[in-house]
Structures are given as structure tokens and as C-alpha cells.
């Protein structure tokens, strides 16, 4: 079984300041890690997935992401957080099934406040 | 230009009403899925189709039957509602392949309260 931990329910930066938000994820073959961002009363929206290649991916809006395969992790970065940035964030994890559709397990989320 | 669309967009209704909500996708995906967001945001998936094909169904009570009468299209309807009903519903849709590693798109959700 798959599945994915977000440690911080809630992340505070003030503006300018790099931001980290955490995700672990536990598989049994080679992950397929996302990042979503959801904004009040919206639906989720891409930011950015790990399939292989280079460890840092980069994504929509300045994001980040860095994967760790001894740590587990994938962590989300951005070096300079701006307000708009305040949103609820979701890790997800996919069991890639060959000529079928992917199952996402998201994470919990965790809430970014960019305060000024 | 929406890409994936779903109405209504608020949905309110007296438990023991049925109702549905509608979903659909101009992506050209083959893959469509419900997902529910509870209060606390945790969100889960329901039911997913490819090319109209039941593919994943998560353990959800069976007032809920979900409808593909195309791709580009996934009906959820719900029988009998409940107070545990209230949430909102998410559908997406993706892209299926061997070697596509697609992400999923999803709609603005659909805000269920059942009084």
C-alpha cells in the first residue's frame, strides 16, 4: 500500500523568505510524486511531479521540489514566498498500473499563511 | 475553456433526497475520476473511469453509482442522502498510457450540504 505523510498541518513564512513544505511518501516500487495546490473554494491545480531523472524538479509559480530517495521525501520549495502563495498544499503519491488509470493518495495537506 | 466542468456548483437538499452532479472534461483525457473532500480536507478517491470502464472503486457505500455515458463525461448519483454526505466532490481527469506519467486535472467541486 501506498501513502504519503505531511508532517505540518500549517507552514508560516513571512514574505520574501524561502519556504519548505514537507511530504514523506512510502511505496513499494518507484514513486510518481505530484504536488497540487488548492486556493479557497477552487479545485486542485498542478504544480509539479517527480518521474525520474534530476532529483530537483522545477514547477508552476517559482516552485520546487526535491526528491529524496533515502529520506523518502519530497519536499516543496520556493526561494522567495510571496502572499498569493497562501493556499493548502497537497503531496500526492500514484501506483502506476500499465494501460490503466493511476490512483493518487494525497496527503492531508498543509496549510501555507505568507504573511508581510 | 474550461477544462473540466462540474455543476452545480452548490448543491443543498433534505437527507433522504437523491441527487446527482455532472462532470465533464474537453481535454480529450480517457480517464475520469470522483474524488471527495471531507471538512477537514482530507481528500479521497471514489470511483475512476477509463474509456467508460469502472477501473478503481474505493470502498463507498453503494448509494453512490457513478456514470460514464461517454469520455467526457462522469455522472456521480447519490440515493438516500445523509448528513455524512456533506463534503464537497471533486472530479478530475487525466491521461492513461504505458510510459505517460499524466497529471490529473480537476474541476471546481461541487459544495454537497445535506440538512
Known amino acids: 500500500a501506498q501513502s504519503v505523510a505531511q508532517p505540518e498541518d500549517q507552514v508560516n513564512v513571512a514574505e520574501g523568505n524561502p519556504l519548505t513544505v514537507k511530504c514523506t511518501y512510502s511505496v513499494s516500487g518507484n514513486p510518481y510524486l505530484f504536488w497540487y495546490v488548492q486556493y479557497p473554494n477552487r479545485g486542485l491545480q498542478f504544480l509539479l511531479k517527480?518521474?525520474?531523472?534530476?532529483?530537483l524538479v522545477k514547477g508552476s509559480y517559482g516552485f520546487e521540489a526535491e526528491f529524496n530517495k533515502s529520506q523518502t521525501s519530497f519536499h516543496l520549495k520556493k526561494p522567495s514566498a510571496l502572499v498569493s502563495d497562501s493556499a493548502l498544499y497537497f503531496c500526492a503519491v500514484r501506483d502506476y498500473r500499465t494501460g490503466t488509470a493511476s490512483k493518487l493518495t494525497f496527503g492531508t495537506g498543509t496549510r501555507l499563511q505568507v504573511t508581510l | 475553456d474550461t477544462a473540466v466542468s462540474q455543476t452545480p456548483k452548490y448543491l443543498v437538499t433534505q437527507m433522504g433526497n437523491d441527487k446527482s452532479i455532472k462532470c465533464e472534461q474537453n481535454?480529450?483525457?480517457?480517464?475520469m475520476y470522483w474524488y471527495k473532500q471531507d471538512s477537514k480536507k482530507f481528500l479521497k478517491i471514489m470511483f475512476s473511469y477509463n474509456n467508460k470502464e469502472l477501473i478503481i472503486n474505493e470502498t463507498v457505500p453503494n448509494r453512490f453509482s457513478p456514470k460514464s455515458p461517454d469520455k467526457a463525461h462522469l455522472n456521480l448519483h447519490i440515493n438516500s442522502l445523509e448528513l455524512g454526505d456533506s463534503a464537497v466532490y471533486f472530479c478530475a481527469s487525466s491521461q492513461s498510457g504505458q510510459g505517460l506519467y499524466n497529471e490529473q486535472f480537476f474541476g471546481p467541486g461541487t459544495r454537497l450540504t445535506v440538512l
Open positions: 481535454l480529450g483525457h480517457d480517464t
Open positions: 517527480y518521474i525520474t531523472g534530476d532529483n
